[in-house]
C-alpha cells in the first residue's frame, strides 16, 4: 500500500480523509494547500502525522481522534514526542486540531500567532507535557480537558481569563504558573 498522492497546486483538503480508518500512510501535503481542517480527523490507524505546509491557514481538527498517531514526518522519535514537530506560524487556530490523540506524549511547538485553542489537546490522555502555550492566546476553552497525565503548565502573560473547564479532568496537574496579572 503506498500514500495517495496529492497533486501540486490543490490549495484545500478539508475533510479530505476524513474517517479514512484503514488509512496508515499519509501524503505528502503540497506548499500549495492552505486549508486542512479535518483532513485525517477519525484516521484511527494514521500513525505518522505529516508535515503541514508553511503557508497553512487552517488547521482545525486535522488529527482529530487519530488514536494511533505516535509520531510525526522525519522524526526519529516513534513514541509520542512530538517536541520538534512545529505549527507553522500565522496559524490562529488549533481548535481540536489534535483531540483524542491517545499516543501523543510531548505537545508540538505552538507558535505565537495562535489565539484559539479551543479544544486542541482535548483527551489526549498520554499527554505530559506542553512546552509552551503561545503569547498571543485568547481562549483556551477545554483544551486539555481529560489530560490525565498532564503535570504542570504555564499560562502566557497575555492571557486574562482562564476558562472553565480548560483543565477538567486534569488529575496530574499539580503546578499552573499563572501570568502576574491573574
Do not use: H, R
Not at 499519509?26 to 484511527?44: D, G, H, R, W
Not at 505529516?50 to 522525519?74: D, H, Q, R, V, W
Not at 516513534?78 to 507553522?88: H, I
Amino acid at each position: 500500500k503506498t500514500a495517495p498522492v496529492i497533486p501540486y497546486g490543490v490549495t484545500s483538503m478539508s475533510a479530505t480523509f476524513q474517517y479514512c480508518d484503514k488509512l496508515t500512510e499519509t501524503p505528502k501535503i503540497p506548499e500549495t494547500v492552505q486549508n486542512l481542517s479535518s483532513t485525517f480527523a477519525y484516521c484511527t490507524k494514521l500513525t505518522v502525522a505529516p508535515k503541514i505546509p508553511s503557508g497553512a491557514t487552517n488547521i482545525g481538527g486535522m488529527f482529530m481522534l487519530c488514536t494511533s498517531m505516535k509520531t510525526y514526518e522525519g522524526s526519529t522519535d516513534p513514541d509520542g514526542d512530538f517536541s520538534d514537530y512545529k505549527l507553522p506560524e500565522g496559524i490562529t487556530s488549533i481548535g481540536t486540531t489534535f483531540s483524542n490523540c491517545d499516543c501523543m506524549i510531548i505537545a508540538p511547538y505552538i507558535p505565537d500567532s495562535v489565539e484559539n485553542m479551543n479544544g486542541a489537546f482535548g483527551n489526549c490522555w498520554q499527554l505530559q507535557t506542553v512546552q509552551n502555550l503561545p503569547k498571543n492566546l485568547k481562549d483556551m476553552s477545554l483544551a486539555f480537558v481529560g489530560c490525565t497525565k498532564l503535570t504542570e503548565i504555564t499560562i502566557p502573560e497575555g492571557m486574562t481569563v482562564i476558562p472553565n473547564y480548560a483543565f477538567e479532568g486534569c488529575s496530574s496537574l499539580s503546578a499552573v504558573t499563572l501570568p502576574s496579572n491573574l
